[in-house]
């Protein structure tokens, strides 16, 4: 039996889909926030036949800048060119001296260029050559423990910030002298008093047991290549400097000297909970110099629109004929048109220049689009405070292949997953059948002239569920044009293919990543795609370029996820090495670099307005930054395992996540903010996080067995989830 789908989801084009018996069901239940209702409704997945189409039309690409490089930036590059050396991936490498007009020594062969990569990184590696008695290692770290732990607690938080990457480096010093026994003895005695977020680094590092051991190491190479920093006031500085003059600790003294960067400020000490909040990261925090750069976070200013006013389509199918409800709902409407267009058209001072990177022209069918956009916005409903937005999710069932990813378009109508067999289901969420262009005899009798053309050359018949095959592994991610006629998606097998939604066939296969694609996402108008994968960068293409624009290099481990900003001038990407940066398009430089989770990032999310992005990890943990004064704003840790995907509302009041934990839990991302401008008095500190212990969760969605995969606001801010049952 079939049941109507919630009033605020049908008024947005949800129908009912008929139950058929099928490979892929895909059930559909409804969570109220004050009531709790299933509805199960189920699409069946059915091969297409596939014709060619053409390519989409073009835009200027951006030109790659020239850059004039500093020594640290130099140094950078080539420790990013000997990593790629060593693993011998010549055509990124070209890609990479490319883009960014960086140029190696062209007169050594291959052979060469690997004979120079081994003897760099042994070069790099001999730093760790000591003479000194391998038992006074243990003496040296006993003292700096000792020191730590007798600190007044104004300062000891900040000094316990050495004592990780001291270990890490002595350590290694035991192991590159050939000191095995010592080493490990070392090693256990000191490695379980670090914190718990070291845990996967130190499991890394107790493998390494011998010299040749670190010359194949990648950990132990982003260890050596990338200092440490630590950052503490002028005042714990000072202590620190006190002891290793007045103790006799020459080793430590080295290790701090040659593999760590001290960074002071003036003020007050840190506290424990704002160390904790920013530590985490595979080096340490971001240098102070890193996030100087300004950022045009603020979003165009939309076109002029006339916005029509219609009746109240509940009211009109219900006949309310009472004159005052009518005049109230008319007079309501009217309030949030002038609210809508006095928030759209004002012109935004952190905003970018429209010319600053190359846009695509506005065409017809996008401002029908934003007008139809535009429109829904009047009917949204107003949330935060005790006001929780009402939840429909769906669930992935009896999919044997595995769900790996879910993507829904930007106006709620159209659901794409893929899959562990390398395929793509496209399934339709409203009454309306997906449909494929007519084939080339009949476009043919079609009359060029009529009105109706674009609906015409399209099939009578159409189905709930389209397939897409191609890729030849797991696809990792999927992601929708704003137009909703192409589909981008990637995969284990290295290559990001762009589909078209309206002949149902790949239209280009982009190949540039080596390793596997973990993310891609189309921007926000269009044109631009943004991919990231295992080989540590992230690539900015062109739907009609087959080689990247962009590559954006910094990250020390694989680069999980991207999310574009809204105006499309930035990108941020988060990685398994716990940090989240911000690029900018125009040159491919890292604008932003974030601090704070303990574990991989797994998703990010922008907030409505451009200023704010928020990270979710495997840590548990939804991070939110402030762009503008780059520091963090939020931390909300309710979760109880890994975040998979996390959404703002469209207005920007709420914040919702999901993941493992087979939750959807919903925040209050707006008091938030406000409490935390009550509590600094308007001025956000980056040095020091103001990180509010009040719980602002305002509801908590569970489900019996279904991690939430993917989260989704309607333009009406109906928040809709996407999980897949688990068998216990």
């Not at 040659?258 to 971001?286: D, H, M, N, W």
Request: glycine fraction near 6%; charge should be negative.
């Amino acid at each position: 039996m079939n049941q109507q789908l919630p009033s605020e989801a049908h008024d947005s084009g949800m129908g009912e889909i008929p139950m058929q018996t099928s490979e892929i069901v895909l059930q559909n239940h409804q969570v109220l926030a004050n009531e709790q209702q299933l509805t199960t409704v189920t699409t069946t997945s059915r091969p297409e036949e596939q014709s060619p189409t053409k390519a989409p039309t073009t835009v200027q690409p951006l030109v790659p800048p020239v850059t004039q490089f500093s020594d640290d930036d130099k140094k950078t590059m080539q420790a990013v060119i000997q990593f790629l050396k060593k693993k011998n991936l010549q055509s990124t490498i070209s890609a990479f001296e490319k883009e960014t007009n960086y140029k190696t020594d062209s007169r050594s062969n291959k052979n060469d260029s690997m004979q120079m990569s081994s003897a760099e990184v042994n070069s790099l590696l001999s730093a760790y050559s000591n003479e000194a008695d391998p038992s006074s290692y243990e003496d040296n770290y006993q003292i700096l423990r000792q020191f730590v732990d007798n600190s007044l607690d104004a300062h000891k938080w900040e000094l316990a910030q050495l004592l990780y990457p001291v270990f890490v480096h002595m350590y290694l010093e035991l192991v590159y002298n050939n000191h095995k026994e010592k080493s490990s003895v070392f090693f256990n005695r000191f490695n379980n008093e670090l914190e718990s977020f070291h845990e996967d680094d130190l499991m890394k590092l107790s493998a390494v047991n011998s010299k040749l051991e670190m010359e194949g190491n990648c950990f132990v190479f982003d260890l050596r290549s990338n200092k440490y920093v630590v950052r503490m006031s002028s005042d714990s500085n000072s202590l620190l400097k006190q002891q290793l003059q007045d103790k006799n600790m020459p080793i430590v003294q080295n290790v701090i000297h040659r593999y760590l960067i001290l960074e002071t400020f003036e003020g007050r000490p840190r506290s424990k909970v704002q160390i904790e909040a920013i530590s985490g990261g595979l080096c340490g925090e971001s240098k102070g110099d890193e996030n100087k750069v300004k950022v045009f976070f603020g979003l165009f200013k939309e076109p002029d629109i006339d916005i029509p006013l219609e009746e109240d389509d509940e009211a009109a199918a219900a006949g309310d004929n009472d004159q005052s409800s009518e005049s109230s709902s008319r007079s309501s409407r009217k309030k949030k048109k002038k609210e809508f267009l006095s928030k759209k058209t004002k012109a935004d001072p952190n905003a970018p220049s429209l010319q600053r990177i190359p846009l695509p022209d506005a065409k017809d069918a996008d401002k029908a689009e934003h007008m139809a956009a535009a429109k829904e916005s009047l009917k949204r409903v107003r949330l935060g405070g005790q006001t929780a937005p009402s939840v429909l999710c769906y669930t992935i069932t009896n999919s044997y292949s595995g769900v790996t990813c879910v993507n829904i378009c930007d106006d709620s109508s159209l659901l794409a997953a893929g899959f562990r067999d390398s395929r793509i289901c496209v399934w339709s969420l409203t009454q309306r059948k997906l449909r494929s262009v007519r084939k080339t005899s009949e476009l043919g009798m079609l009359d060029k002239e009529s009105e109706s053309i674009l609906e015409n050359m399209m099939e009578d018949d159409g189905t709930e569920m389209r397939t897409l095959t191609g890729h030849h592994g797991i696809v990792y991610s999927v992601s929708f044009a704003p137009c909703r006629n192409m589909l981008v998606s990637s995969s284990e097998d290295g290559t990001v293919r762009l589909w078209s939604l309206l002949t149902w066939t790949n239209l280009m296969a982009y190949k540039g990543h080596l390793w596997p694609v973990w993310d891609v996402q189309f921007s926000p108008v269009g044109h631009y795609m943004v991919s990231c994968g295992q080989d540590r960068l992230a690539r900015l293409w062109v739907t009609d370029h087959y080689q990247p624009v962009r590559l954006f290099a910094g990250h020390l481990s694989d680069v999980d996820c991207v999310a574009f900003h809204h105006n499309c001038n930035y990108i941020a990407t988060g990685s398994s090495d716990r940090v989240v940066r911000v690029w900018d398009v125009l040159n491919g430089s890292s604008v932003r670099v974030f601090t704070g989770h303990k574990k991989t990032v797994l998703c990010l999310a922008w907030s409505p307005d451009g200023r704010c992005l928020a990270s979710g990890g495997a840590d548990g943990q939804v991070l939110i930054w402030d762009i503008s004064t780059k520091s963090m704003v939020a931390r909300f840790n309710k979760h109880v395992g890994s975040i998979y995907t996390i959404c703002f509302s469209r207005d920007g009041e709420v914040l919702a996540s999901g993941g493992a934990d087979d939750s959807v839990k919903v925040w209050d991302f707006q008091q938030a903010i406000w409490d935390l401008d009550a509590s600094s008095g308007g001025v956000h500190r980056a040095s020091h996080p103001l990180i509010s212990d009040k719980n602002y969760l305002i509801s908590d969605f569970p489900t019996k067995s279904t991690p939430i995969v993917h989260l989704h606001f309607t333009r009406r801010n109906l928040l809709i989830a996407v999980g897949t049952f688990e068998h216990s």
